[in-house]
């Protein structure tokens, strides 16, 4: 059973980081302006995590290489706490997965309308 659930995590984590961020990224975009939040915003977030001018990443880039090649990953990152799908993403071991649950959690921090400030520690 056990093994079963670890090939389950396993295969979603592949699946994520193989995902183009043209897939991705208009997923987040939907999820921000959903809560009255803008593109400049996000991009302004994924610019402080990962160092990317949004306006020339590749969105044909898996998402794992996206996150694995980040031009400069901002070293306040570490700040970022809290749970991400009931995970704390503190205590992420992969170092591409915490990664990519820190944007998750700084988006889900913009979507609840925390000022952009804030959000950028």
Known sequence: MVE????RDTMARQSIFDMKVSKIYPLLLQKV???GRSKEELDA????LTGYDMKQVDQDMTYGDFFSHAPAMNPRAELIKGKVCGVQVENIEDPIMQKIRWLDKLVDEL?????LDKVLR
């Open 111 to 115: 979507s609840k309308g925390k000022p």
């Open 4 to 7: 079963s659930g670890m090939r």
């Open 33 to 35: 302006e959903r809560k």
């Open 45 to 48: 977030t994924i610019e402080w």
